[in-house]
């Protein structure tokens, strides 16, 4: 497997990026021994990306107050496994309050959702 990847940011200050970016990949399936389930093949992928970031809490480690956003959105042209482009979207969200000198409340939320009605396969793990 073989990838790409080029992306612009733009800095809103100092705690927030806005990124766009495309990501380019060519996955070669070969037999090397033995027998293979899937027929020998070269695939391309390609995604579009565009990516939003927050940073307000006071600690990357352990925050004891403020926010953080993360928030991705891709447009995948082509994956190997997959008919047609799909859209894939998937965020986070993180809070952290200080309830007391020595005691601090964490949360944290993330999700994400694909409009593909075939199962491609995952570009980049």
């Given at each position: 497997r073989r990838f790409a990847e080029l992306s612009a940011g733009w800095a809103a200050g100092p705690a927030s990026?806005?990124?766009?970016?495309?990501?380019?990949?060519?996955?070669?399936?070969?037999?090397?021994?033995?027998?293979?389930?899937?027929?020998?093949?070269?695939?391309?992928a390609a995604v579009l990306r565009l990516q939003y970031r927050f940073y307000g809490q006071d600690s990357a480690l352990i925050p004891r107050r403020g926010l953080r956003v993360s928030a991705d959105a891709e447009w995948v042209t082509r994956a190997p496994g997959s008919?047609?482009?799909?859209?894939?979207?998937?965020?986070?969200?993180?809070?952290?309050?200080?309830?007391?000198?020595?005691?601090?409340l964490i949360t944290g939320l993330a999700g994400g959702v694909t409009a593909a009605r075939a199962g491609g396969q995952t570009l980049f793990t």
């Open positions: 990026e806005l990124r766009v970016g495309v990501r380019l990949a060519s996955t070669t399936v070969e037999l090397a021994s033995g027998t293979l389930p899937v027929p020998e093949s070269r695939e391309n008919g047609k482009a799909y859209a894939v979207w998937d965020g986070e969200l993180g809070w952290a309050k200080t309830l007391a000198p020595k005691l601090s």
